[in-house]
């Protein structure tokens, strides 16, 4: 586990760091009526966030470097299924981002979240149905009728 600490936490502290440079290219907008000179410039949150994740991703190297080596205690990559299934949810949520404005929110959420539970976590026919129809017709529920919050829709309107 101390070599997979320190790889990840060089990526984490690297994607950090693109973050925080990235932040800093969000341009500042002029004030605008009624925003006053103390509120935030639009890339406050995420370069704190940046910097957080920085400052957690530090510790974790550092972590790994002062800890002992523990002999027979190393992490394993996926291999099989396991890795099969990183990859598979990987291109599903790729299709889903892709998808998303021609089949819609409801159904695109429907698809992924079927696909998720039968293929990736192997869960049984009915089961996958069920639990894919209620989870996207509440959230449906949630975001657009109850919040007003404009989801993407398909050419029959849902």
């Known amino acids: 586990m101390k070599k997979a ?3 990840s936490g060089v990526v984490v502290l690297l994607f950090s760091a693109l973050v925080i440079a990235e932040s800093l290219r969000i341009p500042e907008q ?3 009526a009624g925003r ?4 935030p ?3 406050f949150l995420p370069f704190w966030a940046g910097v957080i994740l920085a400052i957690f991703a530090t510790m974790l190297i550092v972590s790994a ?3 002992p080596a523990e002999p027979g205690k190393e992490a394993v990559f996926p291999r099989g ?3 099969a299934s990183v990859a598979l949810l990987a291109a599903s949520v790729a299709a889903y981002i892709f998808l998303l404005d021609v089949l819609g929110y409801l159904v695109d959420t ?3 979240n079927i696909f998720l539970l039968r293929v990736v976590m192997q869960v049984q026919w009915q089961t996958s149905l069920v639990v894919a129809l209620l989870a996207s017709v509440s959230l449906y529920t949630i ?3 109850l919040l007003g919050v404009g989801l993407p829709t398909n050419a029959f309107g849902f």
């Open 5 to 7: 600490d320190q790889i």
């Open 30 to 32: 002029a004030v605008a």
């Open 36 to 39: 006053t000179n103390f509120a």
């Open 41 to 43: 410039v639009p890339g």
């Open 65 to 67: 470097l002062l800890r």
């Open 81 to 83: 299924w396991a890795l």
């Open 110 to 112: 429907l698809l992924i």
């Open 143 to 145: 975001f657009q009728v």
